[in-house]
């Protein structure tokens, strides 16, 4: 499986953004799909995931704000995020791993995309 993270950018305090992750291959519907991020000299963290059979599960800093979906016919899952705030500042980066094991550890994942970057600005 090969992945491709897209759609950050710049935006406000407040603002909103959608991060695509789109996935090669046709058994991606069988995939647990997570998105982690990582700040500049900070470890990297689990924001969501969600499993195969659409089980969700956030970060508690995530929680209220961001929301995890995914779209099996498109191959691709997304991550609405809205009330942004400086602390999002992040690379984020989209993750799969086979079985419906929603792990929130980076360790776990097989399958990592290039990450896109966003910037919260305050």
């Known amino acids: 499986v090969q992945l491709q993270a897209s759609g950050g950018g710049l935006v406000q305090t407040g603002g909103s953004l959608r991060l695509s992750c789109a996935a090669s291959g046709r058994t991606f519907s069988i995939y647990t799909t997570g998105w982690f991020r990582q700040a500049p000299g900070k470890e990297r963290e689990f924001v969501a995931v969600?499993?195969?059979?659409?089980?969700?599960r956030n970060a508690d800093s995530a929680k209220g704000r961001f929301t995890i979906s995914r779209d099996n016919a498109k191959n691709t899952v997304y991550l609405q995020m809205n009330s942004l705030k400086p602390e999002d500042t992040a690379v984020y980066y989209c993750?799969?791993?086979?079985?419906?094991?929603?792990?929130?550890?980076?360790?776990?994942?097989?399958?990592w995309g290039q990450g896109t970057l966003v910037t919260v600005s305050s």
């Open positions: 993750a799969a791993r086979r079985g419906a094991m929603a792990s929130i550890s980076p360790d776990d994942y097989d399958y």
């Open positions: 969600i499993g195969w059979s659409g089980d969700t």
